[in-house]
């Protein structure tokens, strides 16, 4: 299957520094990507979708300033998580869509991010 | 708006046995059904899905589900449970052809030698 990466796997950072999260996919290009965001012991919720190439739609809640979503090319999106507090401390997964394969989500496996 | 419910937060079966964890949705149309599994440092991987047709889907590592309209339920199963199946069961509906997923809470497996 189509594998999906993220970097870095693990992040520590003082609040009020900002953060960047990557997600590759590997060896297909993906004009769709999403981040998710997973508390401990719940489930995942979509934080936005990325479309390669133009602005991120966000879902209703997140805050686009303080979550920013860069899809410039076909196998890298980034999410930025600006001025953290030690609430933003969270795993960050992000998915992308491989077209012409039943449209299935491939999964990173996951960024922790813990905020001082 | 689309919601899915996994009944059981924490389910443990012995090594050998059968399983089945279940899954509820709500969704206005037909819907896109999905399972997904998590294991500690790896990606969600996709077990299997149901987006029309037979309503009972085979997967990947011997699992399968069953999609029943009437009870709004695509319950997963498999006959006989391997230590390596324990992990994290997700249930997700999909909209917009299955790529705008909403996640249940999720059931955690754990396999008693």
């Known amino acids: 299957g189509a594998v999906v990466s993220q970097h870095p796997s693990r992040v520590i950072c003082k609040s009020g520094t900002s953060v960047k999260i990557e997600c590759r996919s590997l060896?297909?290009?993906?004009?769709?990507m999403f981040w998710y965001r997973q508390f401990p012991k719940k489930s995942l919720m979509l934080m936005a979708t990325s479309n390669e190439g133009s602005k991120a739609t966000y879902e209703q809640g997140v805050e686009k300033d303080k979550f920013l979503i860069n899809h410039a090319s076909l196998t890298l999106s980034t999410l930025t998580v600006t001025s953290a507090h030690p609430e933003d401390s969270s795993f960050y997964i992000c998915?992308?869509?491989?077209?012409?394969?039943?449209?299935?989500?491939?999964f990173g496996p996951g960024t922790r991010l813990t905020v001082l | 708006a689309q919601s899915v419910t996994q009944p059981d937060i924490h389910i443990t079966v012995s090594e050998g046995a059968s399983l089945e964890l279940r899954c509820n949705y709500s969704y206005g149309a037909t819907p896109y059904l999905f399972w997904y599994v998590q294991s500690p440092g790896q990606g969600l991987q996709l077990l299997l899905k149901?987006?029309?047709?037979?309503?009972l889907v085979q997967g990947i590592k011997g699992f399968e589900a069953e999609f029943k309209r009437s009870q709004s339920s695509f319950n997963l199963r498999k006959p006989s449970v391997h230590w390596s199946d324990a992990a994290e069961y997700f249930c997700a509906v999909g909209s917009d052809a299955g790529n705008m997923l909403t996640f249940g809470g999720g059931t955690r497996l754990m396999v008693k030698p």
């Open positions: 998915s992308a869509l491989a077209g012409g394969q039943g449209d299935e989500q491939f």
């Open positions: 060896d297909f290009q993906a004009t769709t």
């Open positions: 149901y987006f029309s047709g037979d309503t």
